[in-house]
């Protein structure tokens, strides 16, 4: 396995730019997320990595070895894609031994090798079926068979799990990661569901409208959002946002909203202008003490918990509370919030403003 290097990465396709200018590292035997909305770039990101798309400018290492202007088969890459692409007239064992006989490996060393890999799958039962009678999770698997058989460098997936149904790509999700860890393998995986994204990677890379919005583990990326647009695509429900305009001094622990001090990481630098003051749903409390109020406009109960919803003078809120906490509609409560987990953004740029949470992680401008 190797690692993954990514500098400077564009893709133009015409007057149109896919991708702006990239660049990341994914660490040997990492498990590795390209995150991000429909047409964000993603996917033309793994197509590059891959030798299936050429790269404008840039670089891509492999192991140490430039390959951005190679074509795949030179690349040692597995690629795994959403819709399988298995060959129907083959059973399933043909389809995981096709690599290795086109490689012209000994009949043998074949057998043996898809006998190792179908027993890491669970799927030694099904080897002599056709591919066409599978469930879709087992066509997955025998998708997954034919990338692990070659022992690639690395596996490059694109939303191999987006065309099964909820229940089974949850614990297809869970099959793939164990397998990953088993074998240490460095794999990079595209996705838009951020759920699967937190689930399963090691570190992330947050793509929106072909730049890289944040680049991080999945904590930091969910504590420290660099971005609005981070915050609001990571999390359900997403952060909350109160809209306010002020004057905030170095050094400062709390921003003034509707004449109510709330409290903020310390800035690292002055800041004046609109600002957005974000903050997660499970950091937001109903007390009666607080100075700074809201009307319940909405709950839902979701069993151990419930979002209730808020109309405030900045904005709507979200509070994720007990299940069998008091929450009326059209009541008007006081609203608590935990300041040392709260993130300011500047309103113009979208950026997070630097403090004591984010300082050597995000910076503002």
């Given at each position: 396995?190797?690692?993954?290097?990514?500098?400077?990465?564009?893709?133009?396709?015409?007057?149109?730019?896919?991708?702006?200018?990239?660049?990341?590292?994914?660490?040997?035997?990492?498990?590795?997320?390209?995150?991000?909305?429909?047409g964000?770039?993603?996917?033309?990101?793994?197509?590059?990595?891959?030798?299936?798309?050429?790269?404008?400018?840039?670089?891509?290492?492999?192991?140490?070895?430039?390959?951005?202007?190679?074509?795949?088969?030179?690349?040692?890459?597995?690629?795994?894609?959403?819709?399988?692409a298995?060959?129907?007239?083959?059973?399933?064992?043909?389809?995981?031994?096709?690599?290795?006989?086109s490689?012209?490996?000994?009949?043998?060393?074949?057998?043996?090798?898809?006998?190792?890999?179908?027993?890491i799958?669970?799927?030694?039962?099904?080897?002599?079926?056709?591919?066409?009678?599978?469930?879709?999770?087992?066509?997955?698997?025998?998708?997954?068979?034919?990338?692990?058989?070659?022992?690639?460098?690395?596996?490059?997936?694109?939303?191999?799990?987006?065309?099964?149904?909820?229940e089974?790509?949850?614990?297809?999700?869970?099959?793939?990661?164990?397998?990953?860890?088993?074998?240490?393998?460095?794999?990079?995986?595209?996705?838009?569901?951020?759920?699967?994204?937190?689930?399963?990677?090691?570190?992330?890379?947050?793509?929106?409208?072909?730049?890289?919005?944040?680049?991080?583990?999945?904590?930091?990326?969910?504590?420290?959002?660099?971005?609005?647009?981070?915050?609001?695509?990571?999390?359900?429900?997403?952060?909350?946002?109160?809209r306010?305009?002020?004057?905030?001094?170095?050094?400062?622990?709390?921003?003034?909203?509707?004449?109510?001090?709330?409290?903020?990481?310390?800035?690292?630098?002055?800041?004046?202008?609109?600002?957005?003051?974000?903050?997660?749903?499970?950091?937001?409390?109903?007390?009666?003490?607080?100075?700074?109020?809201?009307?319940?406009?909405?709950?839902?109960?979701?069993?151990?918990?419930?979002?209730?919803?808020?109309?405030?003078?900045?904005?709507?809120?979200?509070?994720?509370?007990?299940?069998d906490?008091?929450?009326?509609?059209?009541?008007?409560?006081?609203?608590?919030?935990?300041?040392?987990?709260?993130?300011?953004?500047?309103?113009?740029?979208?950026?997070?403003?630097?403090?004591?949470?984010?300082?050597?992680?995000?910076?503002?401008?």
């Amino acid at each position: 396995m190797a690692e993954i290097v990514i500098r400077n990465l564009r893709k133009e396709f015409g007057e149109f730019t896919a991708v702006q200018s990239s660049s990341f590292k994914v660490e040997d035997g990492e498990f590795f997320m390209l995150l991000g909305p429909s047409g964000c770039g993603k996917t033309t990101t793994l197509r590059m990595i891959a030798g299936l798309e050429l790269p404008t400018s840039g670089e891509i290492y492999i192991g140490g070895e430039e390959v951005g202007q190679r074509p795949a088969s030179e690349r040692d890459i597995a690629f795994v894609f959403q819709m399988f692409a298995l060959y129907p007239h083959m059973n399933v064992r043909r389809n995981i031994s096709y690599p290795l006989v086109s490689q012209g490996m000994p009949r043998a060393q074949v057998r043996e090798k898809v006998a190792e890999v179908a027993k890491i799958l669970g799927i030694e039962e099904i080897l002599d079926r056709p591919v066409g009678g599978l469930s879709g999770g087992d066509r997955q698997r025998v998708a997954l068979g034919r990338a692990i058989v070659r022992e690639p460098k690395c596996f490059l997936m694109d939303e191999p799990l987006g065309a099964l149904d909820a229940e089974f790509r949850e614990h297809m999700s869970e099959e793939l990661r164990k397998l990953h860890d088993r074998m240490g393998a460095t794999t990079v995986y595209v996705t838009h569901d951020q759920l699967e994204a937190m689930q399963m990677g090691d570190k992330i890379v947050v793509m929106n409208h072909g730049v890289i919005e944040q680049f991080g583990t999945p904590q930091d990326i969910y504590d420290k959002p660099a971005s609005l647009f981070v915050a609001d695509f990571i999390g359900s429900p997403s952060m909350n946002f109160l809209r306010f305009h002020g004057s905030l001094e170095a050094g400062a622990t709390e921003a003034v909203l509707s004449h109510q001090p709330l409290g903020i990481p310390a800035l690292r630098e002055p800041f004046d202008g609109d600002m957005v003051y974000g903050v997660r749903p499970e950091h937001v409390r109903l007390s009666d003490s607080a100075g700074y109020r809201g009307e319940i406009v909405a709950a839902e109960y979701l069993g151990t918990t419930q979002i209730v919803t808020l109309a405030t003078p900045n904005g709507e809120v979200k509070a994720r509370i007990a299940s069998d906490q008091p929450a009326r509609v059209g009541e008007t409560v006081g609203l608590a919030f935990n300041g040392a987990t709260a993130t300011l953004f500047d309103n113009q740029t979208g950026r997070a403003i630097r403090s004591d949470l984010n300082e050597g992680v995000l910076s503002h401008g």
